[in-house]
């Protein structure tokens, strides 16, 4: 076999092992595994009400995968990668994978020949007659994946995020704006590195009333940290710094602007904007990016965009393109405006 025929088979059954590593996340096996102690379907099965013979096939298929590792006798525990899919690990994947590939989201990848041909975006509107937000308050299975993987993601990106901006000068900051900020996660890991500065917590009304699962509440850093219900859209609070975390790309150029102008009217000048996202580079360099405007186009009517494009949506906005902060290793980046 060719390495190109090799290359394209193994695309062709990438699917596969996506389905079989998100079969232990949905099915909860790996939070009944670790790295120390080999444990056989048979025993797995047994706490979970599995079948122990087809779980075994599950099993070594992940193995096969290198998500496990399987000795002679039949026992299974997990490899560095399989950690990272038991639940209570801290930089836990296990929920994205729930989430990409659940039956949600799944369904939307089959509408994808049918919208490059037709020139129309968003599956979540051919699949299920809504955007992916409002399917959110429709759906109580794809409103618990989605906060779940969001949640959890976050903490990979936050450290992309404070490692892009290691010597951005945060320090001179006095109020940190997360806007859109969910839980504050972010807000959360920038108080943590730099001491001396506030944070407010943009949010819509269901989000921020939900108390239990406020990260400034869990970390003790309530004093530095508010919530705010509010809309993006309509008004944002004063503040010399503001954070957009993955919020840009779910948009259009339009309303992307209409963001970036509420930022720029409420900002105490002189005044900084972060855009935490991930930037498409040229075309010598492959990226997650360019996969992740793919799943964009079936999510949603937003879109990942390149430095210039960031550049001309904060220009548009009244904001100056300052530079991108990126760090070795990391997909994600941070375009950066200032005002003032």
């Not at 049918?114 to 968003?122: E, H, P, T």
């Not at 906060?147 to 490692?163: F, H, K, N, P, W």
């Not at 006095?174 to 949010?203: I, K, N, W």
């Not at 819509?204 to 850093?221: C, F, I, S």
């Amino acid at each position: 076999m060719s390495d190109a025929a090799g290359q394209v088979l193994d695309l062709v059954f990438g699917r596969w092992r996506s389905q079989i590593l998100a079969a232990g996340t949905e099915l909860g096996t790996f939070d009944h595994l670790d790295r120390e102690r080999p444990r056989t379907a048979a025993a797995v099965a047994a706490e979970t009400g599995l079948d122990a013979a087809l779980l075994y096939r599950l099993l070594r298929a992940q193995a096969a995968i290198g998500l496990l590792a399987e000795d002679a006798d039949g026992g299974f525990v997990l490899t560095e990668s399989g950690a990272l899919l038991r639940s209570d690990h801290p930089r836990s994947l296990a929920a994205m994978a729930r989430l990409e590939e659940g039956p949600q989201h799944y369904a939307l990848w089959k509408d994808l020949p049918a919208m490059v041909a037709d020139g129309r975006q968003n599956a979540f509107l051919r699949e299920f007659g809504r955007m992916a937000f409002d399917h959110t308050r429709a759906d109580r299975d794809y409103a618990e994946r989605f906060d779940r993987a969001m949640s959890s993601y976050s903490a990979v990106q936050a450290e992309q995020v404070l490692a892009a901006l290691g010597d951005a000068g945060l320090e001179e900051i006095e109020v940190f704006c997360d806007v859109a900020g969910g839980h504050g996660y972010m807000a959360c890991a920038l108080l943590q590195a730099y001491p001396r500065l506030s944070g407010t917590v943009l949010e819509l009304p269901e989000v921020v009333a939900d108390h239990d699962k406020l990260w400034a509440r869990k970390l003790g850093l309530e004093a530095r940290c508010r919530y705010l219900a509010g809309d993006m859209f309509a008004e944002v609070p004063a503040a010399d710094a503001y954070g957009l975390k993955m919020i840009l790309h779910d948009w259009t150029d339009a309303e992307c602007v209409a963001i970036l102008e509420n930022l720029r009217r409420a900002a105490v000048v002189p005044a900084r904007v972060f855009v935490m996202e991930h930037v498409v580079p040229g075309p010598e360099t492959p990226h997650f990016a360019k996969l992740f405007h793919v799943h964009m186009l079936c999510w949603g009517s937003g879109r990942e965009r390149t430095e210039a494009e960031y550049a001309a949506l904060l220009q548009q906005a009244g904001w100056e393109m300052a530079t991108t902060h990126s760090a070795p290793g990391c997909v994600m980046s941070v375009v950066e405006g200032r005002c003032g």
